[in-house]
């Protein structure tokens, strides 16, 4: 499908500086490696609750409104509609006009997509839940070696919601990202998850052991952790 080939390709070429390394710039220090590594870990356990908690959302949305969010504002059968999921500090980063703007992050710099904010992507999911929802972002605020946040698509067949997961590695249930060192962790609606390298539905995913052994990981630092999902839990309207 043609629209579907097309988002493959784009997400696939997300990567920070496509010129770049294929290995993390994390520095020689090994005790900087180290706390890199702990972080990640850790990161890497919220980006994968997140990945449930927003599918939740979506699903449940479905279910009550009869398609997936902002689903009915596509334009036309080949429209793909993108939110960028990260908070208004990693807009910056990600979005033209941002102060630290790198294009090569950006995957709708071409303007492909028909592109929607996350106050609009918020206010619709409430919407159409009838209640207020806790907004869930990557913790990692500025971007290394690999790109930040997260990425949802839709369109006439379906959604596609990826995050990446930096400490995951290549598994049947995670690919890379053409940078060479990027893992990602695809979940798709029943119609598109053939079309997506190595999605998985929710309940396949939710269900499988790789998944289920990745959250089971204890946290390096919960405390601290919990303190920087917290403090976005309502980005969008501060």
């Known amino acids: ?79 793909i509609i993108l939110v960028k999921v990260a908070t208004r500090f990693q807009r910056q980063y990600l979005s033209a006009g941002g102060k630290h703007y790198v294009a090569a992050m950006d995957n709708n710099r071409n303007g492909r997509f028909n592109e929607k904010t996350m106050q609009q992507f918020v206010s619709v999911l409430e919407a159409g839940l009838n209640k207020s929802i806790d907004e869930k972002y990557d913790i990692q605020k500025v971007p290394t070696a690999s790109p930040i946040g997260y990425n949802y698509f839709v369109t006439k067949d379906g959604y596609l919601f990826w995050v990446t997961c930096i400490t995951c590695g290549v598994t049947p249930i995670s690919t890379l990202l053409m940078d060479g060192f990027t893992p990602t962790v695809n979940i798709a609606s029943d119609a598109m998850v053939n079309q997506v390298t190595k999605a998985q539905t929710r309940q396949a995913m939710l269900a499988n052991p790789i998944y289920q052994k990745w959250r089971a990981r204890p946290f390096h630092k919960e405390t601290y952790i919990q303190q920087l999902v917290n403090k976005n839990l309502h980005d969008t309207k501060q």
């Open 1 to 79: 499908m043609k629209n579907i080939s097309y988002l493959l390709l784009i997400v696939a070429m997300l990567a920070y500086g496509e010129k770049g390394s294929s290995k993390p710039r994390f520095g020689i220090n090994s005790l900087y490696i180290k706390a890199e590594r702990s972080f990640q870990e850790d990161a890497d356990l919220v980006r994968l609750a997140d990945l449930a908690y927003w599918t939740g959302l979506i699903e449940d949305y479905q279910q009550k409104t009869g398609h997936y969010p902002l689903q009915n504002a596509l334009q036309a059968t080949d429209d």
